[in-house]
């Protein structure tokens, strides 16, 4: 969220963005995030690092180009998803025998709220585009590197088999 911050131009953008950022850091959402892994007892391990680093790198690199409409359309995908993800999410936590329900309840609601604001966004930020784009760009690039990200958490052995496919 800080790197589409830094890339939009326009003041609706900063201030959708600001409002989820303050928001992020006021109320503490990555503790929440953590208090529910330990509590699922589902903490990351150094295996789990190392086998979504690739697909992890790629989406940090795509953010560090610092593309506004890419990243608004990258971020309103990834906070919709999350919002449609929860449920699920919960229920592992239950079934990993965590009561600790505060992160995936706080996120079933206000990441609608996030997806809305980012649409608003990307609405302000392309008006402000260059029309029309070059056959080149493809505004969905960050969709596309996140989408691998969480196939490669969801399926990393499936991940890995399309990645030797489409990189022979």
Not at 117 to 122: D, T
Not at 127 to 138: G, K, R, V
């Amino acid at each position: 969220m800080t790197a589409a911050y830094l890339s939009v131009a326009s003041e609706e953008a900063h201030s959708v963005i600001r409002d989820n950022l303050l928001e992020e850091v006021r109320d503490n959402h990555p503790g929440m995030m953590r208090k529910f892994a330990m509590a699922a007892d589902a903490f990351p391990t150094d295996s789990d690092a190392l086998a979504v680093h690739r697909n992890l790198h790629n989406v940090r690199l795509f953010v560090g180009r610092l593309s506004g409409v890419k990243i608004l359309l990258m971020m309103a995908f990834f906070e919709g998803f999350i919002s449609r993800f929860m449920p699920y999410l919960a229920e592992l936590g239950r079934r990993q025998g965590s009561a600790e329900q505060e992160y995936t309840e706080v996120h079933g609601v206000c990441d609608v709220a996030h997806t809305q604001g980012l649409f608003r966004a990307l609405e302000a930020e392309a008006a402000l585009m260059d029309y029309p784009l070059t056959p080149a760009t493809n505004p969905l690039e960050g969709v596309e590197v996140l989408l691998a990200l969480i196939q490669n958490i969801v399926h990393p052995r499936i991940a890995d088999q399309i990645h030797l496919q489409v990189n022979r």
